[in-house]
T-cell receptor, first 112, second 115 residues
Framework: SQKIEQNSEALNIQEGKTATLTCNYT??????LQWYRQDPGRGPVFLLL?????KEKRKERLKVTFDTTLKQSLFHITASQPADSATYLC???????????FGKGTRLHILP | DAGVTQSPTHLIKTRGQQVTLRCSPK?????VSWYQQALGQGPQFIFQ???????QRGNFPDRFSGHQFPNYSSELNVNALLLGDSALYLC??????????????FGPGTRLTVT
């Protein structure tokens, strides 16, 4: 069955450093991959989408890579700030439907 | 623009009861998806509505049903509640259908507790 793994449940990063989160998947060939941010008690907020034919996407301090051979996406936050502390969710989807599959998420703590 | 709104915010029900959750999509959006998020887990897709019809469905039993109204708002109904139905129920809206990775806007969710 389709499976998504996000590298760790929690990640602690020093303020100012680059945070790198990993999303691996198996038994699936997604057409696109999305990253969301979720704060406690709130709904997820869309951050970035990258399609299967794209290698890299950037938005301000965020960068996403997508390697369909390795079946992996990396999500980077550069110059991290305590306000970046949240749970980050990776989600995969196909072209023919909107059945998006979410990973469990990684809790990121940026330490001042 | 109010964004996606959901009601109620919190709800406590007893096993065996029925519940209805409501969602109003972001202005300009015509597609509504519902997700269930258990504590410490990612959201799980329940179903999606477009043009008042259920277009996609995840692995949820028939106890979970929904409806979309002409104004694009939507309801999620759960019958014969089980303790395991306790979760955060999220509604997400987007523009258009047929996949392709449309950006989804999520509401704040409804926290359902079944006792």
């Amino acid at each position: 069955s389709q499976k998504i793994e996000q590298n760790s449940e929690a990640l602690n990063i020093q303020e100012g450093k680059t945070a790198t989160l990993t999303c691996n998947y198996t038994n699936y060939s997604p057409a696109y991959l999305q990253w969301y941010r979720q704060d406690p008690g709130r709904g997820p907020v869309f951050l970035l989408l990258i399609r299967e034919n794209e290698k890299e996407k950037r938005k301000e301090r965020l960068k996403v890579t997508f390697d369909t051979t390795l079946k992996q996406s990396l999500f980077h936050i550069t110059a991290s700030q305590p306000a970046d502390s949240a749970t980050y969710l990776c989600a995969l989807g196909g072209n023919r439907d909107d059945k998006i599959i979410f990973g469990k998420g990684t809790r990121l703590h940026i330490l001042p | 623009d109010a964004g996606v709104t959901q009601s109620p915010t919190h709800l406590i029900k007893t096993r065996g009861q029925q519940v209805t959750l409501r969602c109003s999509p972001k202005s300009g959006h015509d597609t509504v998806s519902w997700y269930q998020q258990a504590l410490g887990q990612g959201p799980q897709f329940i179903f999606q509505y477009y043009e008042e019809e259920e277009r996609q469905r995840g692995n949820f039993p028939d106890r979970f049903s929904g409806h979309q109204f002409p104004n694009y708002s939507s309801e999620l109904n759960v019958n014969a509640l089980l303790l395991g139905d306790s979760a955060l129920y999220l509604c997400a809206s987007s523009r258009g259908w047929r996949g392709g990775g449309n950006e989804q806007y999520f509401g704040p969710g409804t926290r359902l507790t079944v006792t």
